[in-house]
C-alpha cells in the first residue's frame, strides 16, 4: 500500500501528452497550442474609416472652423462597408463613407458627420481634422508574418476571433482527451430500469461522465459491464482502439467476483499500484497497457469522485499539455471536533462557510464511502494526514474548495458527528 502522494508522481510519471492535431476553431476553446501560429494577411487587410462621415484630404480643410467653414464638392454615392470606391480624390472633392468602408484614394482623414452638413452635391465642413485621423490602417491589429498565437498558450474567445479574422480554420493544438467509462458489477441497474431486490442504480456513469466533461475531455459511456471476465475483457480491447483514457468502477477488491484487476492484468498491462493508505478509495488500482493508462476505482459512489478529483484530473490535464490549476485552498476553523484513525489520509467532505468575517467548517454527516449525498452537499475536501488522530473545535484546517464559500452560518447538528 503506498501514500497518496507517491500514487500521484507514479501516475503522472506514467501519463503521456497527446500527440498535436489540426482541429478547426470551433472546438479549440480552452486547449494548448502546439506551435506558433503566423499571419498570413494584414488585419485589417485595408484602411478603412473608423466611423461615418466625409473623407477628405486634410489640407483641403485646414482653415475649417465653427465660423469660417469650408465647402467641398462632393463626389460618387456614398462609399459603405464592403464597397470598393473608384474615384481618387483630387483638391477641393469629399465623398460620403461609412464605418468599417475602405478609404478612397486621395483622401487622408475623415471628418465626423456631426461636423458637417451635406447639402445637395456639396458638404460644409466646420472643423479640421490633421491626416490619418478617424482611418484604421492596413495591418494597424495585425500584420503579415507576425505571431498571433505562441506555442503551449491556453486558447480563449478572443484567440478564436483573431484566428477567424485571418481565415485560418485550423490550428494544431493538443486535443481533448477521449475517455472510456466502464462500470463493473451484477447490481447495477441503468436509471430507467426498475429496482428489484438486490440491484442498485448505476450512478457512477453519470458522475464520472460530468467530472470527465468538467475538467475538458470526452467522455465515451460504456454503460454497464457484467461481473463477467470474457465481458470485461472484450469491453477493455475495444477501449484501447477508441480513447487515450479509461475508467473503470468496482472489481478492484479482493472479492469472489472482483474480476477486474485480475482480468486487466492478465492482459498483459503493467500494474504500477494497487492500494492506496486513503480513505474513501483504498482499492484503487492503476496501469498502463499500450501506453494508454487504465484507472481501476472502487465501487462506491463517493470513492470515485474523490479518486477522479486526486488522480485522474490532474492525468487528464498531463495529456492535454495544460499547466495543472489546481483547486483553491483555504483555512478555516473547525467549526466541531473529528476524531481520525492513524495510518490513512482522510478526505472528509465537508462545507465551508463564513460566519462573523470568519471562515469555518463543519462536515457533510456520514463520511461512509457509500453516502453519494456528502460529495453533493460539499463545497470542499478536508485532507487528514495520517498522523493526526484529533481535530479540535476552532484549530485551524486547509481545505480545498470544490465549490463557492457559503456566505450564511451552517446549523451544528451533534447528530451528524
Not at 463626389?75 to 477641393?92: S, W
Request: proline fraction near 7%; charge should be neutral; hydrophobic fraction near 40%.
Amino acid at each position: 500500500m503506498i501514500t497518496p502522494e507517491k500514487a500521484l508522481q507514479i501516475i503522472l510519471d506514467s501519463i503521456l501528452v497527446l500527440k498535436p492535431e489540426d482541429v478547426h476553431i470551433s472546438e479549440i476553446l480552452g486547449l494548448v497550442v502546439a506551435k506558433d501560429v503566423f499571419s498570413e494577411e494584414n488585419i485589417p487587410p485595408f484602411d478603412n474609416s473608423a466611423m461615418d462621415g466625409f473623407a477628405v484630404r486634410s489640407k483641403d480643410t485646414k482653415e475649417a472652423s465653427p465660423k469660417d467653414p469650408v465647402t467641398l464638392i462632393l463626389r460618387g454615392e456614398a462609399v459603405a462597408a464592403g464597397d470598393t470606391p473608384e474615384i481618387k480624390l483630387k483638391k477641393q472633392i469629399a465623398m460620403e463613407i461609412m464605418t468599417g468602408a475602405p478609404v478612397p484614394q486621395g483622401a487622408d482623414t475623415v471628418i465626423p458627420v456631426e461636423f458637417c452638413k451635406k447639402l445637395g452635391d456639396r458638404v460644409i465642413i466646420y472643423t479640421h481634422y490633421p491626416a490619418n485621423m478617424n482611418i484604421r490602417k492596413a495591418g494597424e491589429d495585425i500584420r503579415r508574418d507576425d505571431k498571433v498565437l505562441e506555442k503551449n498558450k491556453i486558447v480563449y474567445p478572443a484567440d478564436i476571433g483573431v484566428l477567424a479574422s485571418l481565415g485560418m480554420d485550423k490550428i494544431s493544438v493538443f486535443p481533448k482527451p477521449n475517455v472510456a467509462i466502464l462500470c463493473t458489477g451484477d447490481e447495477l441497474v441503468d436509471i430507467k430500469e426498475p429496482l428489484t431486490p438486490g440491484k442498485i442504480r448505476n450512478s457512477n456513469l453519470y458522475s464520472l461522465s460530468a467530472q470527465v466533461e468538467e475538467v475538458g475531455a470526452l467522455p465515451l459511456e460504456y454503460g454497464i459491464i457484467k461481473d463477467d471476465p470474457e465481458e470485461i475483457k472484450e469491453k477493455i480491447t475495444d477501449a484501447l482502439e477508441k480513447v487515450d483514457l479509461i475508467i473503470t468502477s468496482g472489481g478492484v477488491s479482493m472479492g469472489e467476483y472482483d474480476y477486474v484487476k485480475k482480468t486487466i492484468t492478465e492482459m498483459g498491462a503493467d500494474l504500477k499500484f494497487w492500494k492506496i493508505a486513503q480513505r474513501p478509495g483504498l482499492p484503487m488500482a492503476f496501469w498502463i497497457l499500450d501506453d494508454k493508462p487504465i484507472f481501476g476505482l472502487p465501487g462506491n459512489p463517493v470513492s470515485v469522485m474523490v479518486c477522479f478529483e486526486n488522480y485522474i484530473r490532474p492525468s487528464i490535464f498531463k495529456m492535454m499539455n495544460k499547466k495543472f490549476q489546481p483547486r483553491q485552498i483555504i483555512k478555516a476553523k473547525m467549526a466541531h471536533p473529528i476524531k481520525n484513525k492513524r495510518g490513512r489520509v482522510h478526505f472528509v467532505r465537508v462545507i465551508v462557510y463564513r460566519e462573523r468575517d470568519e471562515l469555518w467548517v463543519k462536515t457533510t454527516g456520514d463520511q461512509g464511502s457509500g453516502i453519494l449525498k456528502s460529495m453533493a452537499k460539499a463545497n470542499g475536501i478536508l485532507t487528514i494526514p495520517y498522523e493526526k488522530s484529533f481535530i479540535e473545535r476552532g484549530e485551524y484546517v486547509e481545505v480545498k474548495m470544490l465549490k463557492p464559500i457559503l456566505k450564511t452560518p451552517i446549523p451544528i447538528r451533534i447528530e451528524d458527528f
